[in-house]
């Protein structure tokens, strides 16, 4: 089947691992309903209580924990057993459910057999101890350690229901997922911003966007596009919201009226986005202590000036380019409209228009057709209406100084009937970020690429 058309309902539950070689259930599935009953775990040893003649051991996996109670008077051979097992140890026990008030999810595991599958080296190269903060980059040269914190396993897990909530809004709605190259002959936006790479005897670059793939399939009548991917941009930065390596939800849509249509698409797309994951991922926000407010009203649109006008006004803040926002503007505009109820905020028709592919009108009631959507005081997508009118978009391109030839198959595209068109850019590491409360966009991403960061 197509890729747009695969099964990703959210509404399925992750099936037993009755496939895998060892025998196993995950600990989420044991409930105290499951009193009498025989089952087998597999996870590491996340904490170790010795009490004299009980041992307690609380196994974590993937989904979750149980405690595991070893008695001498019970069976003396497994609770010597029990005395072998280290802290993150890797260990198998088979045992029978008891229900009981006394443990964590009110049952325990009294255990029949136990294997220690994988010692731990000893001391950890960090603990992941709830009482012990490491500082972030510790957490990142140790990620594979870092990961086994349910805390941080639950901000993956969140993400990973963000991505498959929005895909199944654009899913259910006719739009085709496509793949565009990640390899370049150019940047769609130019500048210094691009990562070199050997292309046999070639010129390339790693893919800044795929904004002129997705209006190239405007033309071929695509229609409605979007691609889960990645971006790369060669930025010397030390800010806690940029990576190198970014992750990016892109959208386009044809035949569209303006910038507003686009902008509709933003707001229902991330608000379903953001209800699924309060209900699918109810675990994951109660682990990170998580209240998430999903966004009831239309979100407001206000344009540019205004937006100047309240930092001016209600914060004495004017920044340095007359034609950009500043990331203290970004947030202090999200705490004025967190105030009034509104964790999302469009910005409309910033001056002139930056990238020569997008749309702008003399005599419009916008500077541009371009706009920026900042959530929670953070700018989270940048969006607007494309050139879709060819000889306005040679113009541009040669008002910037591109050689036509460096696009000409994009270029080619406009010359057989564009239709209106526009679309936009949402950022997947800022979008866990601001969801999961987090203090830099580094911790929503499995393993962060920046300047000074190539490893793990």
């Known amino acids: 089947y197509p890729r747009n058309r695969r099964n990703k309902s959210l509404n399925q539950k992750p099936l037993k691992c009755e496939t895998t070689m060892i025998e196993r259930t995950y600990t989420h599935e044991i409930t105290p309903e499951d009193d009498g009953e025989e089952v087998s775990v597999a996870g590491w040893a996340h904490e170790i209580r010795d009490l004299g003649g009980i041992t307690f051991i609380i196994i974590r996996d993937r ?23 280290g802290k993150e140890d890797l260990v198998h026990v088979k045992g029978v459910v008891e229900e009981t008030d006394q443990a964590p999810g009110n049952r325990e595991l009294v255990p029949k057999s136990l294997e220690i599958i994988g010692e731990a080296e000893s001391p950890l190269p960090m603990d992941i101890s709830k009482d012990i903060d490491s500082d972030l980059s510790t957490r990142l040269d140790n990620r594979f350690m870092d990961l086994r914190q349910p805390e941080i396993h639950s901000i993956f897990s969140l993400r ?64 409605k596009v979007y691609k889960t991917g990645t971006a790369f941009r060669a930025e010397e930065f030390a800010t806690s919201r940029h990576v190198s390596e970014i992750s990016m939800f892109d959208v386009e849509l044809a035949f569209i009226e303006d910038q507003h249509d686009v902008m509709d698409v933003v707001e229902n797309s991330l608000r379903h986005t953001l209800k699924e994951t309060k ?65 999302a905020v469009f910005i409309v028709g910033y001056p002139g228009e930056k990238f020569y592919y997008g749309e702008a009108r003399e005599h419009d009631e916008y500077q541009s057709r371009r706009f920026d959507m900042l959530y929670k005081g953070l700018e989270l997508v940048s969006g607007g209406q494309r050139e879709h009118d060819p000889d306005r ?64």
Request: hydrophobic fraction near 35%.
């Open 63 to 85: 989904e979750g924990q149980i405690q595991t109670t070893f008695k001498e008077d019970r069976n003396e051979e497994l609770f010597k057993k029990a005395q072998e097992v």
């Open 160 to 223: 990973s229901h963000l991505i498959q909530s929005m895909e199944e809004w654009f899913d259910e709605r006719g739009y085709i997922d496509i793949e565009t190259p990640t390899i370049a002959k150019m940047g769609a936006e130019g500048g210094a911003e691009l990562f070199p790479v050997i292309y046999y005897d070639q010129e390339a670059f790693l893919s800044q966007s795929p904004q002129l793939y997705k209006q190239m399939l405007m033309a071929a009548g695509f229609d």
């Open 393 to 456: 978009l040679m113009r541009k391109v040669e008002e910037e100084g591109i050689d036509p030839e460096d696009i000409s198959f994009y270029l080619e595209s406009f010359k057989y009937g564009m239709p209106p068109h526009g679309g936009y850019g949402l950022g997947i590491d800022r979008l866990v970020k601001q969801v999961a409360e987090l203090d830099n966009v580094k911790e929503a991403i499995l393993f962060p690429r920046t300047p000074d960061r190539l490893e793990p």
């Open 279 to 343: 209900e699918k991922a109810s675990d994951d926000l109660e682990v990170l202590d998580i209240d998430l407010t999903i966004p009831e009203d239309d979100f407001p649109r206000i344009k540019f000036e205004e937006a100047r006008r309240i930092l001016k006004e209600e914060y004495d803040h004017v920044p340095d380019d007359e034609g950009d926002l500043d990331t203290e503007g970004e947030q202090l505009l999200g705490e004025h409209f967190m105030e009034k109820g509104h964790p």
